[in-house]
Nanobody
Framework: QVWLAESGGGSVQAGDSLRLSCRAS????????IAWFRQTPGKEREFVAGITWVGGHTNYADAVKGRFTISRDNTKLMVYLQMNSLKPEDTALYYC???????????????????RGRGTQVTVSS
């Protein structure tokens, strides 16, 4: 069974940093890509960043390029999202998700991910 659990959210000031963590179960989670999405009330889920387990290929949304970094620890089955220079518009519920569509492709549509965690709230005040 695949499960994902996020942690690390909080309330910060604009310009601060946070590191989110996503812990994944063994099995498929150790093979297929994992991505971070975020969602705010009334808006569509937004792709933030993704990473493959094989090769460590990454993909970022334009809105976070240069500020966010996704990484993984294969031995611990952990995926991290380092968020720097946070802005108020980064405020959202962040969750990690896993797709089994492909080992080496990182989809950007939330509907392409079969599993997701419950999320962790990030609030950035100005």
């Amino acid at each position: 069974q695949v499960w994902l659990a996020e942690s690390g959210g909080g309330s910060v000031q604009a310009g601060d940093s946070l590191r989110l963590s996503c812990r994944a179960s063994a099995g498929p989670a150790s093979t297929y890509p994992i991505a971070w999405f975020r969602q705010t009330p009334g808006k569509e889920r937004e792709f933030v960043a993704g990473i493959t387990w094989v090769g460590g290929h990454t993909n970022y949304a334009d809105a976070v390029k240069g500020r966010f970094t996704i990484s993984r620890d294969n031995t611990k089955l952990m995926v991290y999202l380092q968020m720097n220079s946070l802005k108020p518009e980064d405020t959202a519920l962040y969750y990690c998700a896993l797709t089994r569509r492909s080992i080496n492709t990182i989809p950007i549509m939330a509907t392409d991910y079969e599993y997701r965690g419950r999320g962790t709230q990030v609030t950035v005040s100005s």
